[in-house]
């Protein structure tokens, strides 16, 4: 009896060291060649031998020239030297791709089965033993870990001391606090932006938004509402605004997003491009510069779908009054928005055209008219455009026949009311004077010179004897009124003494 208990607590004893002995399951994100080998929840060991996986030392399925192998999420992965990446399905490899998808910036874990991604596509955990590990390793000497913060690039752990550290590749350096609580502290500024992986925007309630490369707008780590194509974020007026790459724009009402019309800011000049016909050189400036007929000028920057373009062109008449159109590369309609030919003596003719919800892309336009010296054209890639341009029966002005003292001139009245607003105006004018502001006085709220404008390079380049050279001409551009606050009437106006004024306003 005494033999047979003997036994049975040899027995039992013999079953306990069996038990003790199993090995632990690896940490899930681990891989070969982090650590040598994997323990998968069964006990298996999982191993790379000369470029081929085994498991407790047979090989699994075909497979050869393995350079990684990878737990993730319970399932195994493994990388080709022709970087191609299978998965296990029990019983055979498929091909598929790497598993591992970068976290939003903002993303944290605590204890649990979860994992974040860092940028160099090493993945982190945070294991029941208060223990952060990277790739399946302990990271650094972090203890009674309770959260794991990607954020800005960078892998932060909080303790139960309520700690911070920051994790700088290779041990934990300890800072103030939550970094995402701390850079709160300051919101971000109104009508702030970003695009694509460019940085964070934080709201009033300190929330705070990034959105990488999965174009995919994320609010402290968590994807906002089913958005996806999402191209630009906008902190605007206290809300956020989100737009897609069809140029759609919603507002995030702090659970969902809203369709709006159009960008919330109003109208905004994206770019321009100018062109001007060859002009006489300084030694000769009594030339006369050659003839030319179509002018063509190609954006620098491609332009966005869904966006409008503004042209104006004008042109000397010497040739002869022109009748002048616009086409351009991408096939977009543009409209007509006048043209007049101011006659003698200065026979100098101004048009300009419009071309709404533009397919967007590289862009040239092309202005056709027929052959002549002295042309210039200015074209302007307009966002936020929700309707036609307003403009006035006499929105295009010339001189030329004025008598002395009556070289004041002015279109008709726009009228920019609180349903039109906010708006965009965009004006071209040239100077005989080569004055400052050529667009200026009440008409355009008296905005000084050098602020909402661009000095086009020189129509003509001729002097009369002991001046300089003048002639200038302006693009001048000006935000008009708010969504709460009309805007009133405005008309294009020129104190000095100009050929042409074209103008037109956006909203």
Request: with cysteine.
């Amino acid at each position: 009896m005494n033999v047979l208990s003997r036994l049975s607590v040899g027995l039992i004893a013999a079953t306990w060291g069996l038990v003790a002995m199993a090995a632990t399951p690896s940490v899930d994100g681990s891989n070969v060649f982090a650590q040598p080998s994997i323990i998968d929840a069964e006990g298996n060991t999982w191993t790379v031998n000369a470029g081929v996986i085994e498991k407790n030392g047979a090989r699994v399925g075909t497979n050869y020239n393995v350079i990684f192998l990878l737990e993730y999420y319970q399932v195994f992965y493994h990388e080709n030297t022709a970087d191609e990446w299978f998965k296990w399905t029990g019983a055979t490899w498929a091909p598929t791709s790497d598993p591992r998808v970068i976290s939003a910036s903002g993303a944290r874990i605590g204890m649990g089965n979860d994992l974040v991604v860092d940028a160099g596509k090493h993945v982190w955990t945070l294991a029941a033993n208060g223990y952060a590990y990277k790739d399946g390793e302990r990271a650094g000497s972090n203890y009674n870990t309770i959260t794991v913060l990607y954020y800005d690039n960078v892998i932060y752990c909080e303790n139960t001391s309520d700690e911070w550290y920051s994790w700088n590749g290779w041990t934990w350096i300890k800072v103030s606090g939550d970094p995402t609580v701390s850079k709160r502290q300051g919101t971000s500024t109104n009508g702030s932006s970003i695009g694509v992986g460019s940085g964070t925007l934080v709201d009033a309630a300190g929330n705070v938004w990034t959105l990488p490369a999965s174009e995919i707008a994320y609010v402290n780590g968590t994807r906002a509402g089913g958005n996806y194509n999402s191209i630009l974020l906008l902190y605007y007026n206290a809300a956020v605004y989100s737009e897609n790459t069809t140029a759609q724009w919603y507002s995030w009402n702090g659970s969902t997003w809203h369709r709006l019309a159009g960008d919330p800011r109003g109208p905004t000049l994206k770019q321009t491009v100018i062109y001007t016909s060859p002009v006489c050189p300084a030694s000769n400036p009594g030339c006369t510069p050659q003839f030319e007929l179509n002018s063509s000028v190609t954006f620098t920057q491609v332009t966005t779908k869904g966006n409008a373009i503004w042209v104006a062109a004008t042109v000397s008449d010497y040739g002869g009054i022109h009748t002048i159109s616009v086409t351009d590369s991408q096939n977009n309609t543009y409209q007509d928005l006048g043209q007049v030919n101011d006659g003698a003596p200065g026979s100098q003719s101004v048009a300009q055209f419009y071309a709404g919800n533009i397919a967007g892309g590289a862009d040239t336009i092309t202005v056709t008219w027929s052959a002549d010296n002295y042309k210039g054209v200015v074209a302007a890639e307009i966002a936020g455009v929700q309707a036609a341009p307003l403009v006035s029966g006499a929105v295009v002005v010339q001189d030329g026949n004025l008598s002395a003292g009556n070289d004041n001139v002015s279109g008709g009245a726009i009228a920019v009311n609180s349903a039109t607003s906010p708006a965009f105006m965009v004006a071209l004018t040239m100077d005989t004077d080569g004055g400052g502001s050529d667009v200026g006085g009440s008409g355009y709220c008296a905005v000084p010179a050098g602020t909402g404008f661009a000095q086009v390079l020189q129509f003509w380049n001729w002097a009369p004897s002991g001046q300089a050279a003048c002639n200038l001409a302006t693009l001048e551009t000006k935000t008009l009124g708010s969504a709460s606050a009309p805007a009133g009437t405005f008309t294009s106006t020129h104190l000095s003494d100009p050929y042409v004024t074209a103008s037109a306003v956006f909203h």
